[in-house]
């Protein structure tokens, strides 16, 4: 878990880096970072989940049950949270797919360590 924390720490801070070198401005940067957050938590809870799953021998369920975690969060964020909170809706909704995307890549990796 802690491998993939750092992992996913890593792949936020860079992908967060540099789509503020694609959206500059104050509130693209805004939505990013709020977008980071997210995809921070999302990712550790999925995580958690898929590799309780797999420790019972069952590693894509506990996937599946991630990737419907993300896939509920991303519409909630998108429907919900964007418009609540301000934030300008291309960077944050890009962002977080993007921190979504790449983190998510790192997992099967790691399910099995």
């Known amino acids: 878990m802690?491998?993939?924390?750092?992992?996913?720490?890593?792949?936020?801070?860079?992908?967060?880096?540099?789509l503020t070198l694609v959206?500059?401005?104050?509130?693209?940067?805004r939505a990013v970072v709020a977008s980071a957050g997210v995809a921070f938590v999302v990712q550790l809870v999925a995580?958690?989940?898929a590799r309780r799953?797999?420790?019972?021998k069952n590693p894509v369920?506990?996937?599946?049950?991630?990737?419907?975690?993300?896939?509920?969060?991303?519409?909630?964020?998108?429907?919900?949270?964007?418009?609540?909170l301000g934030l300008a809706s291309v960077p944050a909704m890009?962002?977080?797919?993007?921190f979504f995307f790449v983190s998510t890549l790192v997992e099967p990796l790691l399910l099995n360590v």
């Open 2 to 18: 802690g491998l993939f924390t750092a992992i996913t720490v890593a792949v936020i801070l860079v992908g967060g880096w540099v």
């Open 23 to 29: 959206y500059p401005g104050a509130d693209a940067r």
């Open 47 to 49: 995580f958690a989940v």
């Open 53 to 56: 799953a797999a420790v019972r």
């Open 61 to 84: 369920a506990g996937w599946g049950l991630g990737a419907l975690l993300r896939m509920g969060v991303f519409a909630v964020y998108a429907l919900v949270v964007v418009r609540a």
């Open 94 to 98: 890009i962002s977080l797919a993007v």
